[in-house]
């Protein structure tokens, strides 16, 4: 097994990944992706597959970029193991990958396609079993960002918030839970809450810095809002 072997194999793993997470949380930007990486596999057959391995490269980089701060977001908050499977996988995956584009330009992709990949393959299998380790002892219940008594929920999916109209007093909070592979947030503008919140999270935001009144809340992921994911928030006394 070559590199460019080694290479095509992780992103297949990841491309594979991906598809799991688009059919099971039917989100569509993680359909996208896998389309995408599939492409970008086809494109390593072009030529010596240099801009196939700059183009894998990327991917990896984007993915390391979205998955591996929602996996440490979700140790860190103990949320349940399910949680933290998927940004676990591919964020791991992904570094992976990196690391082999980045090794088979080194190399020179003609010498790094006929050497002997087959001792990076075993640390990548040391690296996954590493983050399948650190993601069973740091998990925990997903109790700490629960919704507390009298609190309203709030869940992301696709591009939307459900319900896109809350009504709270100032007493309480909001619990958010995020249903799809790509973080959102829950932000009121200018107001301090501006909550990030992973793939599989939950995480809770007291309401008790808004005054009586009425609120703007959005996604800041960019795109999102335009998208439609804003609604209104009612303070009441
Ligand atoms: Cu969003």
Request: charged residues 15%.
């Amino acid at each position: 097994m070559g590199w460019i072997e080694l290479l095509r194999f992780l992103a297949a793993v990841q491309a594979f990944l991906l598809a799991l997470a688009a059919f099971a949380l039917s989100d569509v930007e993680a359909a996208g992706f896998t389309i995408l990486t599939v492409a970008v596999i086809l494109l390593t057959y072009w030529r010596r597959g240099v801009a196939g391995t700059v183009a894998l490269g990327l991917l990896f980089v984007d993915v390391t970029y979205w998955m591996a701060p929602g996996w440490i977001s979700n140790l860190r908050h103990h949320e349940r193991v399910a949680a933290s499977v998927a940004p676990a996988l591919l964020a791991t995956v992904a570094v992976c990958g990196i690391a082999t584009a980045g090794l088979r330009l080194i190399l020179r992709p003609d010498r790094a396609d006929r050497a002997d990949a087959r001792p990076a393959a075993v640390v990548v299998a040391v690296v996954l079993a590493l983050a399948a380790a650190v993601t069973l002892v740091r998990s925990g219940s997903g109790q700490s960002d629960r919704a507390r008594p009298g609190d309203v929920t709030l869940v992301m999916h696709g591009v939307k918030f459900a319900p896109s109209a809350l009504r709270a007093s100032s007493a309480v909070g909001v619990e958010v839970t995020n249903h799809d592979l790509f973080w959102h947030t829950f932000t009121v503008k200018g107001k301090g809450i501006n909550v990030r919140v992973p793939v599989g999270g939950h995480r809770r935001t007291s309401l008790n810095g808004l005054a009586p009144g009425r609120y703007r809340f959005y996604c800041r992921i960019p795109g999102h809002e335009s998208a439609g994911m804003k609604g209104t928030l009612v303070v009441t006394p």
